[in-house]
């Protein structure tokens, strides 16, 4: 059996300015200098990244996920999975605020990813890359491509072939810049 390495970051959001206006109280504290965080009063967890409410985006993307793509350029595949409940800052983290016009700090995984990949592409004009990348979010159990413009064709139906290897036909793009 082929060991595939899976890694699990834990992001802590501030508390939001409302959440500040209803004296909503911060749960889960970290453990300083650990991979640990405390939840209520004393239930630890432990992960392999651990990032504070103070973090920035550039802190959580290169430790975490500038590795992949350095790995990616490589010829190597690689997965990020952001896990949470609604408001818990996973849209913010993987793509910032609103991606159309990000500043830089706030540039999340993906704008930062896609820079870097193709930075490396035009760095290495001999080579000849292929670039597949899929964009999905999973909600309530049901699949949507997130890179799909016709809101009709968003909704994804994954196919079990005979073998059970199960999948989903890609689709060529263009560049929406």
Known sequence: IEEIPVKVAVRIRPLLCKEVLHNHQVCVRVIPNSQQVIVGRDRVFTFDFVFGKNSTQYEVYNTCIKPLV??????YNATVFAYGQTGSGKTYTIGGGHIASVVEGQKGIIPRAIQEIFQSISEHPSIDFNVKVSYIEVYKEDLRDLLELETSMKDLHIRED???NTGKVAHLISCLQ
């Open 70 to 75: 350095l790995s990616l350029i490589e010829g």
């Open 162 to 164: 005979e073998k059970g």
